[in-house]
């Protein structure tokens, strides 16, 4: 397959590197990802992490092992395998449902070569349309608050959420972004803020507990955040906190927008109550671990609940951004967002 380079992914002479998002921002440190049991284990870290990313990372790598020689019941067994790494985020699912039929043609190893990088390409594609859509929903001098993270880190483009960021600062509409640290895993503070620092958009960090006081006091003019899936409803799964900060913003009177492609949305998922959740690791909790090291704060014997995800149900929803167009919460009343997306 062809050399390819994105912010976090790198395919060249026939090898998959991800850039290591544990390290971030200490360290950039490259990882390869060239076996089903390297990637999944760095799904499960969340070295590679993000919904679109993840699907393009199995999809590239399924394709690599085809150009490899591997068989084909192999690699159907190797697709499965890679298909149960992340059961919430639904992009890794549609990806694979493409590669599988690219799998299913007679030249299945051209076939999901070209699937694969198509997939990259469209991604791109993608961002770039939500972020001119979404960027037409920012008003001059806006103070945005985002949560997680959503650029370039998790997908192969400039983003979602983040994506809009950008190009509502390009546009010069953008006067500050607050970026939750988004707890447990401290996403926005460690990638968020390097990523925004990176692009020179003006951003300050804050506790996941203090969205609430800004909002209060005036300082919040929307939340964007992203989308690890939508369901049939519009009910959005989204990374821990993110029904908070729906919640908070419907009492403000704040709009509350979420920026995703349209493959993160699961026809088949009639709402939230459906979407599995992942429960992660304990430790996540308990303590903090990185390029730095670790420390362990709580008791050793701490009963802990992790959900990496919560689900913010439609009503709350000002409006979903997706590249194939905004869609506000009357037309998802009358059936308007299932059609949109077909």
């Not at 992660?280 to 909790?285: F, L």
């Amino acid at each position: 397959m062809r050399t390819l380079n994105t912010t976090s992914l790198t395919l060249r002479d026939n090898q998959l590197w991800i850039l290591d998002q544990q390290a971030l921002p200490q360290e950039k440190r490259w990882c390869s990802s060239n076996s089903v049991e390297e990637l999944v284990g760095h799904i499960h870290a969340l070295r590679v992490r993000g919904a679109p990313l993840i699907g393009l990372s199995a999809s590239l790598l399924l394709a690599l092992l085809a150009e490899r020689g591997l068989p084909r019941d192999a690699l159907a067994e190797a697709l499965a395998t890679l298909r149960a790494a992340r059961p919430t985020a639904v992009n890794l699912m549609n990806n694979l449902d493409r590669i599988k039929l690219a799998l299913a043609q007679p030249d299945w190893v051209a076939a999901m070569a070209t699937e694969a990088l198509r997939l990259v390409d469209e991604d791109r594609a993608l961002c770039d349309s939500i972020a001119d859509r979404g960027a037409a929903l920012v008003t001059p001098g806006s103070r945005l608050l985002t949560h997680c993270n959503t650029g370039g880190l998790a997908t192969a483009g400039i983003g979602t959420a983040i994506g809009v960021l950008l190009r509502a600062h390009q546009q010069g509409n953008v006067a500050q972004v607050w970026v939750d640290e988004t707890r447990p895993l401290l996403q926005g503070g460690r990638l968020t803020a390097w990523e925004l620092g990176e692009l020179g958009i003006p951003y300050r960090l804050i506790c996941d507990s203090m969205a609430a006081g800004l909002m209060a006091q005036g300082k919040v003019d929307a939340v964007w955040v992203g989308a690890d899936r939508i369901a049939a409803n519009g009910d959005v799964a989204n990374k821990i906190g993110t029904y908070s900060l729906a919640v908070l913003a419907h009492y403000h009177g704040i709009p509350f927008y979420v920026a995703a492609p349209h493959t993160t949305h699961d026809a088949h998922c009639p709402n939230g109550a459906a979407i599995p959740i992942e429960q992660r690791s304990a430790a996540e909790v308990t303590g903090v671990a990185g390029s730095f090291g670790s420390c362990q704060w709580a008791p050793a014997d701490a009963q802990v609940d992790n959900p990496a995800f919560d689900v913010t149900p439609a009503a709350l929803i000002s409006a979903w951004v997706l590249d194939c167009g905004v869609i506000r919460p009357e037309q998802v009343s009358d059936g308007i967002f299932q059609r949109a997306l077909v």
